[in-house]
């Protein structure tokens, strides 16, 4: 079967194929055979009048290389126009046609996005490659001892391909063509019906409004005497219906300008109004301030209790003194009539002043049972302490019990007498409280008693006996004032007790000074 055919024309190199066994390599009519073999016998019949209707045109570079061969096709432009034939051609031409089709099924493998690969086909190849890898004629790859690769001048460098062993498809970049084997993170809904703990019910709905259609058919009559035809409008363009928006637009505005307004004059009135009645307020109170003032000063004129209140009356007085005076003079009067005049002024003078004495005992009385009843007040009322936690606690100690009831007593001796029996009754009860103290106070107090007692049952008016009871009330506020019978007036005292004490001691004045220390 074996035949050497001469070389065609185009070789640039012949080849004998004793040369090839010289060298240890297998000639190659028997890679020919091999390959016819495989191509008639292990193939399946594949269709491929597609593929050859369309002129596949395959230019490549195809080193294929084994142990005993090598065959080598540069830019081999290669269009089927027929399905291909082994019979009736010579060895050169059945090897490189045959090598052709391997190049062209294992370019379609390669890229399959550029052929018309079909399963069959990828079927085909991997059984070629299977009877070639079982006959040691698939070509080794020798790699570089120092970068790994391929050397350069044996075997071209292959794109890397990884083939899946489930289905056996081969792969250029495993990552991006192949899913992920991981499967995804599922995430966690936080709003779901589950996590919302719902729960289903089911029940039929009525709406509010229940329409339908009836037309006329034989045995039903239809009243049609309340129907009403309907006349569409006219058509509105888009600029029509702009022209609507911007009208309705401009009556919203205006409306809406108009509450503002309303709303901000309204707020103005509001606030003048505010206004008004502030000022008003305010002019209503000055006048109260200035009639109370005014009441003021005539009051502290026609009762006068301070000292600043009759240094005035003094003052006023002598200013009016003068302007009488001086009128006097300015008249021009002379002689007799002028002494006269200034006699009589002299007289109201003296007449006033008379009443300003007068007004002053008052004050002075006033006062007194006020500073009496003040400090009597100050006496009888409870102590105020302050605990740990802050909270105030008002506390009657035997102290202010016992002036309490010197206080309740004094209010009694002080009040206008209504009966003979309810003055007895007072006198009974101050008589009860003093009695226990044996001094010359307490004796003088007592002897008092009995003397005004005496003097009621004779039936002696109460005019004669006014003298007598101030009497008694100033010697029991005295006793009341008195520390050893009311504790409490020790903080009252003008003078201390101790003068043996240093800071109690009479004071001395300073040399040539005012002051004493």
Not at 223 to 234: A, H, K, T, V
Not at 290 to 298: G, K, N, P, S, V
Not at 392 to 419: C, F, M, N, Q, W
Request: glycine share 6%; net charge neutral.
């Amino acid at each position: 079967m074996e035949e050497s055919e001469p070389p065609e024309e185009g070789d640039t190199e012949s080849r004998n194929p004793q040369d090839d066994t010289k060298r240890g390599e297998t000639p190659v009519s028997s890679m020919v055979q091999v390959s016819v073999a495989l191509d008639t016998t292990d193939l399946p019949d594949v269709d491929r009048s597609g593929d050859l209707e369309a002129g596949v045109k395959l230019e490549s570079n195809v080193r294929f290389s084994t142990e005993n061969c090598e065959v080598a096709t540069s830019s081999t432009s290669l269009v089927h126009n027929s399905p291909p034939s082994l019979a009736g051609t010579t060895t050169k031409a059945k090897t490189q046609t045959l090598i052709a089709q391997v190049q062209t099924t294992f370019q379609e493998a390669i890229f399959p996005q550029v052929s018309f690969q079909t399963d069959e086909l990828f079927q085909a190849r991997m059984k070629m490659e299977a009877h070639l890898k079982s006959k040691d004629l698939l070509p080794p790859k020798t790699e570089s001892p120092t970068k790994g690769g391929v050397v350069e001048g044996e075997q071209e460098e292959k794109i890397p391909v990884q083939i899946d062993r489930n289905d056996g498809t081969r792969l250029h970049h495993a990552i991006q063509q192949t899913d992920s084997t991981k499967p995804p993170k599922e995430l966690v809904l936080m709003i779901t019906r589950e996590t919302m703990k719902p729960f289903t019910r089911r029940h039929a709905e009525q709406g509010a409004k229940d329409s339908w259609t009836q037309m006329d058919k034989p045995g039903l009559c239809l009243d049609n005497s309340e129907d009403y035809e309907l006349i569409p409008g006219p058509y509105f363009t888009a600029d029509d219906w702009l022209q609507v928006r911007v009208e309705a637009a401009i009556i919203i505005q205006k409306y809406t300008r108009r509450k503002i307004a309303y709303r901000t004059a309204a707020r103005m009135r509001a606030y003048a109004a505010e206004r008004k009645e502030f000022w008003a307020e305010q002019e209503k109170k000055r006048k109260q301030e200035a009639d109370d003032h005014l009441r003021y000063e005539i009051q502290r004129r026609m009762n006068p209790r301070t000292g600043e209140d009759f240094e005035i009356l003094y003052t006023e007085l002598a200013t009016w003194c003068a302007q009488e005076l001086k009128a006097i003079i300015g008249t021009g009067v002379t002689g007799t009539e002028r002494r006269k005049a200034i006699k009589e002024l002299l007289l109201k003078e003296i007449k006033l002043l008379q009443t300003i004495d007068k007004l002053r005992c008052k004050a002075a009385r006033e006062n007194r049972k006020e500073r009496i009843k003040t400090a009597m007040e100050k006496m009888s009322t409870p102590k105020i302490w302050e605990m740990k936690n802050g909270t105030i606690v008002h506390v009657r100690t035997l102290g202010t019990a016992r002036a309490s009831d010197l206080l309740h007593l004094y209010e009694a001796l002080a009040k206008p007498v209504g009966s003979n029996d309810d003055r007895m009754g007072v006198l009974g009860y101050v008589k009860w409280t003093v009695q226990v103290f044996n001094c010359p106070l307490t004796r003088e107090i007592l002897d008092l008693i009995e003397r005004e007692a005496d003097l009621m049952n004779r039936g002696r008016r109460a005019r004669t006996l006014s003298g007598l009871r101030q009497r008694i009330l100033n010697l029991f506020l005295e006793f009341v004032e008195t520390p050893d019978f009311n504790p409490e007036a020790v903080g009252f005292q003008y003078v201390p007790h101790d003068f043996d004490f240093g800071p109690n001691q009479a004071p001395t004045r300073w040399a040539g000074t005012d002051k004493f220390n």
